[in-house]
């Protein structure tokens, strides 16, 4: 089964609003994770990594947390905008395996 | 950032033939590609992992005899569904995994996907 997984399968959010998206990991052997968008009938689109070796890395108008400790990571968003719609998936990887996807949580923005 | 196309990007085909998707990276060699699928409201299933000038590895459960993949060359990976029934009906979504050179270390590209509709 999937090694990843989210806490929510839908959010919804008010337009403007911070959006914060959780996933739950279970191995700890995993030392890369991804945050991947993807839009209805697309491709998943690279969004924020990090490494093992950090805690929390910021791009723009995203911020990726990682908790080792209790194998958790999210992704917040700032100032959600309406193009920001989308499922949002969390992948982890760990030394020659591939990625494994999250089951992904849906991302809706309220106008 | 580096791109990955994918053809065609919808097919539609009658149960019993077979369909060949083509995955490219564009701009950079590509020493392993991964082809996944999706189905609708899930999420991506990694279904293969394709090296350069190898047999691809098969992830459990993932028929090898019906899922042919061919990887050529470093910019090309083929994924041909043999005799498609409507079971296999999904998106297909390749990537290309390059490591060092001017991309960071693990990044891996996605190709756009092909929806794949068996009759």
């Known amino acids: 089964g999937e090694s990843v997984g989210l806490h929510l399968p839908t959010l919804s959010v008010q337009e403007g609003d911070n959006s914060i998206i959780n996933c739950a990991y279970s191995?700890?052997?995993?030392?890369?994770f991804i945050w991947y968008k993807q839009e209805s009938g697309k491709g998943p689109q690279f969004i924020i990594d990090?490494?093992?070796?950090?805690d929390k890395r910021q791009g723009q108008r995203v911020t990726v947390l990682l908790n080792k400790t209790v194998k958790h990571l999210s992704l917040q968003i700032a100032a959600t905008q309406p193009g920001d719609s989308a499922v949002y998936f969390c992948?982890?990887?760990?030394?020659?395996?591939?990625?494994?996807f999250g089951k992904g949580t849906r991302l809706s923005v309220i106008a | 950032g580096a791109v990955v196309s994918q053809h065609p990007s919808r097919v539609i085909c009658k149960s019993g033939t077979s369909v060949k998707i083509e995955c490219r990276s564009l701009?950079?060699?590509?020493?392993?590609m991964f082809w996944y699928r999706q189905f609708p409201k899930k999420s991506l299933m990694l279904m293969a992992t394709?090296?350069?000038?190898?047999?691809?590895?098969?992830e459990q459960g993932v028929e090898k005899d019906k899922f042919l993949i061919n990887h050529a060359s470093l910019t090309l990976s083929t994924l041909t569904v043999t005799s498609a029934h409507p079971e296999d009906s999904s998106f297909y979504i390749c990537?290309?995994?390059?490591?060092?050179?001017?991309?960071?270390?693990?990044?891996?590209?996605f190709g756009p996907g092909t929806r794949l509709t068996v009759l």
């Open positions: 990537s290309a995994f390059t490591s060092g050179g001017s991309y960071s270390y693990n990044e891996q590209f």
């Open positions: 191995n700890s052997a995993s030392d890369y």
């Open positions: 990090i490494r093992s070796n950090m």
């Open positions: 992948a982890e990887m760990g030394g020659n395996t591939p990625l494994v």
């Open positions: 701009d950079f060699q590509a020493t392993t």
């Open positions: 394709s090296n350069e000038g190898s047999k691809a590895t098969y």
